[in-house]
């Protein structure tokens, strides 16, 4: 086996990061890196290996990597996740483990080389078939996949596990043995073990035309990404939600295309059609004034103003109470929500009396009176008035002087928190979608 196939993927100058469980796969296929960067010295090369927990020999396989990789001068680093099966079963939630602790591990600039051959493209092209997958899914893995500016690059998917184990041989490399690959109660491991060796047997090329089946699907789904490409974009909203009104006119096909690829680029995995249809439904068909929510695993959709939000799921902060005591230093807010700075111009917000406690909560209730409107608002129309959708209410900080509302940043100002003099100050909310200054 040449590295031609290397010289053709990476770039000279490549960072590259190899998952390496130490099975005979990712071995070759660190190995076959090593060989590449002899000639290719400007190149950065490491490993990083996945310590799930799940097997009493975790250990030993973790400490076999870090071996292998001082003996091949390589840096290894071992990732210690938990897999909480309680959602996708083991597989899925172990894969969606070392998935998100191999990104969280990588530089900017590093390419994730993952080491599945051939005959796992068979397997997955099979398992798509068993769910009822359409062209996207029986497109299966792609060589190489950019995603958040991530490259995820899969140089061995034309080499068969064959062609592995005879490099393996060849080259008298040691690799591990996972217990839980003979337990066929796994799905994959059912196709391998059982249905897999009978098929090759009858048609030798099997794999072969599964991989060419699944490059067929991949090409009628980038063309349907590139026809829906505009109309998607001009139903796309700035903060990422669908205006779907159109969708409803249009045949249902065309409609859960576009929903998919809507879907698709808020990184999900990709629901079932009948899920589609409680979508449209329960979601879309809902009365004007419903507040729908259809779960889908750890994200949920929702509905608002004709516009349609794919969102992950949180834990209430209706009870949440922080106390803010010394201003002079930012507050961080629970659930990723970023931070509140003060900022002693230009004046928003008076100073508190020596009495008053300052301190951040993420609900209202009663009527508010505000800075430059007549008489007062009840605070449920005041988010109407602002287009705040009903989830995002209560993920708004809200700044109180003991039990009174006094703004909320980069909205609004209470008359009973409002500057008197130039001796105020002004909160500020700075995020990831929206970064405030307080009017």
């Known amino acids: ?48 290996h996945v310590h799930h927990g799940l097997s009493p020999n975790a250990d030993s396989w973790a400490a076999h990597c870090i071996a292998i990789c001082e003996a091949w001068q390589l840096g290894c680093e071992v990732l210690r996740v938990q897999v909480d099966a309680r959602e996708q079963g083991i597989e899925g939630a172990a894969r969606a483990a070392r998935y998100q602790a191999l990104t969280a591990a990588m530089q900017p600039d590093e390419w994730l080389l993952t080491a599945q051959h051939l005959d796992d493209q068979c397997e997955t092209l099979l398992l798509a078939l068993k769910r009822g997958s359409g062209p996207a899914g029986l497109a299966a893995m792609p060589v190489r996949r950019v995603r958040d500016g991530r490259v995820l690059l899969r140089p061995l998917l034309n080499q068969s596990r064959q062609q592995l184990e005879a490099y393996a041989q060849q080259h008298q490399l040691r690799w591990i043995e996972d217990e839980s690959n003979q337990d066929a109660r796994y799905d994959r491991n059912f196709l391998r073990q059982r249905l897999l060796p009978t098929l090759q047997a009858r048609w030798p090329h099997f794999a072969e035309a599964c991989a060419r089946s699944a490059a067929l699907c991949g090409e009628q789904e980038q063309l349907l990404d590139e026809l829906l490409a505009e109309q998607l974009a001009g139903l796309t909203h700035p903060d990422g939600s669908l205006h779907f009104p159109p969708l409803l006119q249009m045949s249902e096909t065309r409609a859960n ?69 010394d201003r002079r230093e930012p507050l961080l807010l629970p659930q990723q929500l970023g931070v509140l700075c003060a900022q002693s111009a230009p004046s928003a917000l008076r100073q508190p009396e020596a009495d008053e406690h300052v301190s951040v909560r993420f ?9 430059g409107r007549s008489g007062g608002r009840e605070i449920k129309k005041l988010w109407q008035e602002l287009a ?48 405030g200054e307080q009017k």
């Open 1 to 48: 086996m040449s590295l031609s196939h290397l010289a053709s993927l990476l770039p000279a100058d490549a960072a590259l990061v190899v998952a390496f469980s130490g099975g005979l796969d990712s071995t070759v296929l660190l190995h076959q890196l090593v060989s590449w960067r002899q000639t290719h010295p400007q190149a950065r090369l490491r490993a990083l």
């Open 257 to 325: 295309a576009l929903l998919r690829r809507w879907i698709a680029r808020q990184g999900a995995v990709m629901p079932s059609r009948a899920a589609l249809a409680r979508l449209r439904q329960e979601v879309m068909l809902s009365r004007e004034d419903a507040q729908p929510c259809l779960r889908f695993g750890d994200a949920e959709a929702r509905r608002y103003r004709e516009r349609l939000y794919w969102l992950p799921r949180c834990a209430s902060l209706r009870e949440l109470e922080l106390p803010w005591r």
């Open 363 to 371: 609900h209202a209730q009663g009527y508010v009176h505000l800075v």
């Open 388 to 435: 705040i959708p009903p989830w995002q209410r209560e993920r708004i900080p809200l700044i109180y002087y003991n039990q009174t509302l006094v703004c909320a940043p980069g909205l609004f100002v209470t008359r009973e928190g409002a500057a008197v003099d130039e001796n105020g100050w002004q909160a500020i909310w700075q995020n990831n979608n929206n970064a």
